[in-house]
């Protein structure tokens, strides 16, 4: 045991002596969170539209305005005519265009019903989905006030909470999914490189004839790395809170609980990859070209995993990271406690027992 | 060997990192055609004064000049004179013995026709045809070794420096090894060896010993022994040492 | 220059000798392109809702009858209690509770006007709006129905506007032509800028480096050796990318293919020179690759490919101005979807332009034959 607390205090030292190492580990994860925290956000904001007005009434204006001075959009100027439209987009910047019918104000008080077609440049489904519902929405704002002022019947008014996030803030979605990726991609890059390191200069074999044992080794090298994972975990968690005002509505400690077995999930995973390769290079493009896009796309970080289709939701068990977001999504913003989530806990453990014995299995299997 | 022409002049060479001096004020000349032999145990900046020569690194001050150039202003024109052999193998594990050897010989602007003409050449003396398409990861050491010094004079340039060629190998290739250093400097070629081996000392026509950053004595090994009245080179190591 | 085709030669066989790298570097990419693609969509459907009907009446029914029969909900269970339809929406099991307080139908008679509630899971923000804008819709058009059968189509109130909508340049909304270019273009940048960031720092590590460094070689020709395969690499697993996105999901190829290739092989010169720099940089695989990482993910999540650029913050839109992924992204877009012309991106492909000479020679500059 003394053999081995020198072993892990020596791997210690010899991570914390290199200065850049220690930089990228903790400032760039910080300095990622700050940026995405304010930049990764499905949000609409500042949407540049057009509106080819072919009746210039007061409704017309009235709807204008109202649809300009949401924070949505801004407003590029008025179109003449409908060719303008195509070279408008071309050029990338204007996502929509609104036209009303000649007439439209007359229309709708005479015959009660008027047109208004928007134009979306669609090359961008999602946004352009957002755009039509975003305004339908403000057009369809508008029109439930000129019905109520005039003393319209049998309204059924909705009444909207929105619960967990009243501001409906985009931090609360994409910092626990930061979280996730930083976590995952940090702790499993680093494992998998330093023991291939290892390994590729030969002063594995050193430590093999050693008196340790191969499980203390592997333990000895990760000891070090679970406790800097869990300082990042938890400036990560502090950064949320005071940076982006994500609450802790549960139990903090469950919180970091969680997080570690996270991190132990993502080591051993960093383990069982270097158990499989040979040199750092390719330890490397094994966890950047794995482990990066799944846990952005398959994790639910940006992409809600129910809208999927089937064969990906499936595909989307086998992503920790989806568990543990749905995890810290919970506890921080719902407030549960473990009843709610023992079950993404249970898989979480379950992968990090499979990740380990197979690690060991193949370590054994090496010696032989 | 031509007392005449110094091929490497070397005046007052200080090398400093940060506040550590690896090479005090060294003074030393090399002349053509010999076998000039950088003695001294680990760190004694033996590594860091070749590394300097051979422009891979750059020296803190001092005056040098090799294969007749000055080495401040005509670093890259001394690189097409000289052949280098680091500590640490340096052929590209990966690729077969002749594509190490074209790929050398390319980059210093052999013509085809000369690349292959010094490749059959030098893998018959070798005795290496057999393994001409083996990757080197498949080389025994020994044969590793003699490979990369015969890449380093593929060139046939006028001076060739050796880093340590020898550290790790069993004494009969070590044997095999200093006959091509001889064979190489027959040839015309300077070469310039550091070792921490002492009876390699003896192979050399002249040595320099170097300890904690200056140079203590330079000779030729008879000459050492006799002012040191030792029997051998490792006596007269043990002597200044003291 | 037959210098430089030594260097080549040399490279191109490290490359195509290691059997465990080809994979990764063909088909691996190409293998998620074609999986991760269908996993970029907001596109809402089966919103899970709980239904609180405290009225049990005529109105109320129909009303869930309605968002029962609507394509976007999911009727999942009904339940008197709001404290447990606020159980679903904690343990995730539902997304929307709609809660139908007594004597709705009652209010909706008598004062002409009765509220619902709607209580949204908005932990997501994004798709909660959505949730809302299709909630209000079916409500909406239920609202409508109602009056139509009590009062008659055309009464005093009942001014109604219709909003039809058209999405130009992909009118099924599919989100799988817009996110394969951008899927592609990471797997390209990533594979291209992590082979030649690792190559150099690699041959540093294992002192190969020194012996190229004992040459008379040129550092230009020395940073073209190290460029030069992988930017040939990247360009071909392009292509192949784009051929697969073709066959497999009928991509469209409105714009000149020449013209985005001649773009494509101005980003890769700067996306590469950025990872040879970083090498030349570095004094090992682990530094480089870090630092690979922060810049490649900070490039990747602010390049606009998932989630819209224009809805960042200045400061982020300003931060993009050294994003080559960001001007890459918009490009390939525009030039494969609208068929933009020259015209339209000649401001990104000066910028770019520009950008590869900064950083060739930045990389060039720092790379040091002697330390």
């Given at each position: 045991?003394?053999?081995?607390?020198?072993?892990?205090?020596k791997?210690?030292?010899?991570?914390?002596?290199?200065?850049?190492?220690?930089?990228?580990?903790?400032?760039?994860?910080?300095?990622?969170?700050?940026?995405?925290?304010?930049?990764?956000?499905?949000?609409?904001?500042?949407?540049?539209i057009?509106?080819?007005?072919?009746?210039?009434?007061?409704?017309?204006?009235?709807?204008a305005?109202?649809?300009?001075?949401?924070?949505?959009?801004?407003?590029?100027?008025?179109?003449?005519?409908?060719?303008?439209?195509?070279?408008?987009?071309?050029?990338g910047?204007?996502?929509?265009v609104?036209?009303?019918?000649?007439?439209?104000?007359?229309?709708l008080?005479?015959?009660?019903?008027?047109?208004?077609?928007?134009?979306?440049?669609?090359?961008?489904?999602?946004?352009?989905?957002?755009?039509?519902?975003?305004?339908?929405?403000?057009?369809?704002?508008?029109?439930?006030?000129?019905?109520?002022?005039?003393?319209?019947?049998?309204?059924?008014?909705?009444?909207?909470?929105?619960m967990?996030?009243?501001n409906?803030?985009?931090?609360?979605?994409?910092?626990?999914?930061?979280?996730?990726?930083?976590?995952?991609?940090?702790?499993?890059?680093?494992?998998?490189?330093?023991?291939t390191?290892?390994?590729?200069t030969?002063?594995?074999?050193?430590?093999?004839?050693?008196?340790?044992?191969?499980?203390?080794?592997v333990?000895?090298?990760?000891?070090?790395?679970?406790?800097?994972?869990?300082?990042?975990?938890?400036?990560?968690?502090?950064?949320?809170?005071?940076?982006?005002?994500?609450?802790?509505q549960?139990?903090?400690?469950?919180?970091?609980?969680?997080?570690?077995?996270?991190?132990?999930?993502?080591?051993?995973?960093?383990?069982f990859?270097?158990?499989?390769?040979?040199?750092?290079?390719?330890?490397?493009?094994?966890?950047?070209?794995?482990?990066?896009?799944?846990?952005i796309?398959?994790?639910?970080?940006?992409?809600?995993?129910?809208?999927?289709?089937?064969?990906?939701?499936?595909?989307?068990?086998?992503?920790?990271?989806?568990?543990f977001?749905?995890?810290v999504?919970?506890?921080?913003?719902?407030?549960?406690?473990?009843?709610?989530?023992?079950?993404?806990?249970?898989?979480?453990?379950?992968?990090m027992?499979f990740?380990?014995?197979?690690?060991?299995?193949?370590f054994?299997?090496?010696?032989? | 060997?031509?007392?005449?022409?110094?091929?490497?002049?070397?005046?007052?060479?200080?090398?400093?990192?940060?506040?550590?001096t690896?090479?005090?004020?060294?003074c030393?000349?090399?002349?053509?055609?010999?076998?000039?032999?950088?003695?001294?145990?680990?760190?004694?900046?033996?590594?860091?004064?070749?590394?300097?020569?051979?422009?891979?690194?750059?020296?803190?001050?001092?005056?040098i000049?090799?294969?007749?150039?000055?080495?401040?202003s005509?670093?890259?024109?001394?690189?097409?004179?000289?052949?280098?052999?680091?500590?640490?193998?340096?052929?590209?594990?990966?690729?077969?013995?002749?594509?190490?050897?074209?790929?050398?010989?390319?980059?210093?602007?052999?013509s085809?026709?000369?690349?292959?003409?010094?490749?059959?050449?030098?893998?018959?003396?070798?005795?290496l045809?057999?393994?001409?398409?083996?990757?080197?990861?498949?080389?025994?050491?020994?044969?590793?070794?003699?490979?990369?010094?015969?890449?380093?004079?593929?060139?046939?340039?006028?001076?060739?420096?050796?880093?340590?060629?020898t550290?790790?190998?069993?004494?009969?290739?070590?044997?095999?090894?200093?006959?091509?250093i001889?064979?190489?400097?027959?040839d015309?070629?300077?070469?310039?060896?550091t070792?921490?081996?002492?009876?390699?000392?003896?192979?050399?026509?002249?040595?320099?010993?170097?300890?904690?950053g200056?140079?203590?004595?330079?000779?030729?090994?008879?000459?050492?022994?006799?002012?040191?009245?030792?029997?051998?080179?490792?006596?007269?190591?043990?002597?200044?040492?003291? | 220059?037959?210098?430089?085709?030594?260097?080549?030669?040399?490279?191109?066989?490290?490359?195509?000798?290691?059997?465990?790298?080809?994979?990764?570097?063909?088909?691996?990419?190409?293998?998620?392109?074609?999986?991760?693609?269908?996993a970029?969509?907001?596109?809402?459907?089966?919103?899970?809702?709980?239904?609180?009907?405290?009225?049990?009446?005529?109105?109320?029914?129909?009303?869930?009858?309605?968002?029962?029969?609507?394509?976007f909900?999911?009727?999942?269970?009904?339940?008197?209690?709001?404290?447990?339809a606020?159980?679903?929406?904690?343990?995730?099991?539902?997304?929307?509770?709609?809660?139908?307080?007594?004597?709705?139908?009652?209010?909706?008679?008598?004062?002409?006007?009765?509220?619902?509630?709607?209580l949204?899971?908005?932990?997501n923000?994004?798709?909660?709006?959505?949730?809302?804008a299709?909630?209000?819709?079916?409500?909406?058009?239920?609202?409508?129905?109602?009056?139509?059968?009590?009062?008659?189509?055309?009464?005093?109130?009942?001014?109604?506007?219709?909003?039809?909508?058209?999405?130009?340049?992909?009118?099924?909304?599919?989100?799988?032509?817009?996110?394969?270019?951008?899927?592609?273009?990471?797997?390209?940048?990533?594979i291209?800028?992590?082979?030649?960031?690792?190559?150099?720092?690699r041959?540093?590590?294992?002192?190969?480096?020194?012996?190229i460094?004992?040459?008379?070689?040129?550092?230009?020709?020395?940073?073209?050796?190290?460029?030069?395969?992988?930017?040939?690499?990247?360009?071909?697993?392009?292509?192949?990318?784009?051929?697969?996105?073709?066959?497999?999901?009928?991509?469209?190829?409105?714009?000149?293919?020449?013209?985005?290739?001649?773009?494509?092989?101005l980003?890769?010169?700067?996306?590469?020179?950025?990872?040879?720099?970083?090498?030349?940089?570095?004094?090992?695989?682990?530094?480089?690759m870090?630092?690979?990482?922060?810049?490649?993910?900070?490039?990747?999540?602010?390049?606009?490919?998932?989630?819209?650029?224009?809805?960042?913050?200045?400061?982020?839109?300003?931060?993009?101005?050294?994003?080559?992924?960001?001007?890459?992204?918009?490009?390939?877009?525009?030039?494969?979807?609208?068929?933009?012309?020259?015209?339209?991106?000649?401001?990104?492909?000066?910028?770019?332009?520009?950008?590869?000479?900064?950083?060739?020679?930045?990389?060039?500059?720092?790379?040091?034959?002697?330390?």
């Amino acid at each position: 045991m003394k053999r081995f607390r020198g072993f892990v205090i020596k791997e210690f030292n010899h991570i914390l002596r290199d200065f850049r190492t220690l930089l990228i580990l903790f400032g760039l994860p910080a300095i990622q969170l700050l940026i995405f925290g304010y930049v990764v956000s499905n949000e609409l904001k500042d949407i540049h539209i057009a509106i080819f007005d072919q009746s210039r009434d007061r409704i017309t204006r009235d709807i204008a305005n109202k649809i300009i001075s949401s924070e949505y959009f801004i407003f590029d100027g008025y179109l003449d005519n409908t060719h303008e439209i195509d070279e408008k987009f071309r050029e990338g910047k204007i996502k929509q265009v609104i036209i009303f019918e000649p007439g439209f104000g007359e229309n709708l008080m005479r015959e009660k019903s008027a047109d208004i077609q928007l134009i979306a440049d669609a090359s961008d489904a999602n946004t352009a989905n957002l755009v039509v519902s975003y305004t339908s929405a403000i057009i369809q704002d508008y029109m439930m006030d000129l019905r109520k002022n005039a003393g319209a019947k049998m309204q059924i008014i909705p009444e909207i909470r929105m619960m967990y996030n009243e501001n409906m803030a985009g931090a609360y979605m994409f910092v626990p999914g930061v979280m996730a990726l930083i976590l995952m991609i940090v702790s499993a890059l680093m494992t998998s490189i330093t023991i291939t390191r290892e390994k590729e200069t030969g002063t594995m074999e050193t430590l093999l004839v050693s008196p340790l044992k191969p499980i203390q080794i592997v333990i000895g090298k990760v000891t070090p790395y679970i406790i800097l994972s869990f300082f990042n975990a938890v400036t990560i968690v502090a950064m949320g809170y005071f940076v982006f005002g994500l609450p802790v509505q549960g139990s903090l400690s469950l919180l970091l609980l969680e997080c570690l077995l996270f991190i132990s999930v993502a080591l051993s995973l960093g383990i069982f990859i270097s158990t499989i390769v040979e040199t750092q290079q390719m330890a490397m493009f094994f966890s950047m070209m794995i482990l990066m896009l799944p846990t952005i796309l398959l994790s639910g970080f940006i992409f809600p995993v129910e809208n999927m289709p089937e064969v990906l939701q499936w595909v989307s068990h086998i992503v920790p990271a989806k568990y543990f977001i749905i995890i810290v999504k919970s506890i921080m913003l719902k407030g549960t406690g473990m009843a709610f989530v023992w079950k993404e806990t249970l898989v979480l453990v379950f992968m990090m027992l499979f990740f380990i014995g197979n690690s060991v299995r193949r370590f054994k299997i090496r010696l032989e | 060997m031509n007392k005449e022409t110094a091929v490497i002049r070397v005046r007052d060479l200080v090398k400093k990192f940060g506040k550590f001096t690896a090479n005090d004020k060294l003074c030393f000349d090399v002349y053509e055609g010999e076998i000039f032999g950088f003695l001294g145990a680990n760190g004694a900046g033996k590594t860091t004064a070749l590394r300097i020569l051979c422009g891979l690194s750059l020296p803190t001050s001092g005056e040098i000049s090799v294969a007749g150039l000055d080495l401040y202003s005509n670093r890259e024109r001394i690189k097409k004179r000289i052949g280098y052999m680091s500590q640490k193998f340096s052929l590209y594990e990966d690729l077969k013995v002749y594509e190490n050897i074209r790929l050398y010989a390319g980059i210093y602007g052999l013509s085809r026709k000369e690349i292959k003409q010094r490749t059959d050449e030098l893998l018959e003396t070798l005795e290496l045809e057999a393994v001409r398409n083996k990757r080197i990861a498949e080389l025994p050491l020994g044969w590793r070794q003699k490979l990369a010094f015969s890449v380093a004079i593929i060139h046939r340039p006028r001076i060739v420096f050796l880093d340590e060629p020898t550290g790790g190998v069993d004494p009969i290739t070590r044997r095999q090894f200093w006959d091509m250093i001889y064979q190489a400097s027959r040839d015309g070629i300077t070469v310039f060896v550091t070792t921490h081996y002492m009876d390699e000392a003896e192979y050399c026509d002249r040595v320099c010993i170097m300890e904690a950053g200056r140079i203590d004595a330079i000779g030729t090994p008879t000459e050492l022994m006799e002012e040191y009245k030792a029997e051998n080179m490792d006596e007269v190591f043990i002597r200044i040492a003291r | 220059m037959r210098t430089i085709i030594h260097l080549l030669q040399k490279e191109f066989i490290q490359i195509f000798r290691n059997r465990f790298m080809l994979p990764i570097i063909f088909v691996m990419p190409i293998v998620q392109m074609v999986v991760l693609v269908f996993a970029a969509t907001l596109e809402m459907k089966n919103i899970e809702m709980i239904v609180v009907d405290k009225d049990l009446s005529e109105v109320s029914r129909r009303m869930t009858a309605k968002f029962g029969g609507s394509p976007f909900f999911n009727v999942k269970s009904f339940t008197f209690s709001i404290e447990e339809a606020e159980d679903f929406l904690r343990a995730n099991e539902a997304d929307i509770v709609l809660h139908i307080p007594r004597g709705f139908e009652k209010d909706l008679m008598r004062e002409n006007q009765a509220k619902v509630q709607l209580l949204i899971d908005a932990v997501n923000a994004t798709t909660a709006g959505l949730s809302n804008a299709y909630a209000s819709n079916v409500l909406r058009d239920f609202n409508e129905q109602i009056i139509i059968e009590n009062f008659g189509p055309v009464s005093q109130g009942m001014e109604r506007v219709n909003i039809r909508y058209s999405f130009w340049y992909n009118p099924d909304l599919n989100y799988k032509i817009y996110m394969l270019p951008g899927i592609l273009v990471i797997l390209v940048t990533l594979i291209g800028m992590m082979l030649t960031a690792l190559n150099l720092v690699r041959e540093k590590e294992l002192g190969t480096a020194e012996q190229i460094n004992v040459t008379p070689i040129r550092k230009y020709q020395f940073i073209i050796g190290k460029l030069l395969p992988f930017w040939v690499i990247a360009l071909f697993e392009l292509s192949f990318g784009l051929l697969v996105g073709k066959i497999l999901f009928h991509l469209p190829m409105e714009g000149s293919i020449a013209l985005l290739f001649l773009f494509a092989s101005l980003y890769l010169l700067v996306a590469l020179s950025i990872g040879l720099f970083l090498s030349v940089i570095s004094n090992s695989q682990i530094q480089v690759m870090f630092l690979m990482f922060f810049f490649f993910i900070t490039f990747v999540l602010m390049a606009g490919i998932f989630t819209p650029a224009e809805s960042m913050p200045d400061w982020a839109i300003r931060v993009n101005t050294i994003n080559p992924l960001a001007y890459f992204i918009r490009v390939i877009r525009m030039i494969l979807l609208k068929g933009s012309g020259f015209a339209d991106i000649s401001g990104e492909f000066f910028a770019l332009g520009l950008y590869a000479t900064v950083m060739m020679s930045l990389a060039t500059w720092r790379y040091r034959k002697a330390a």
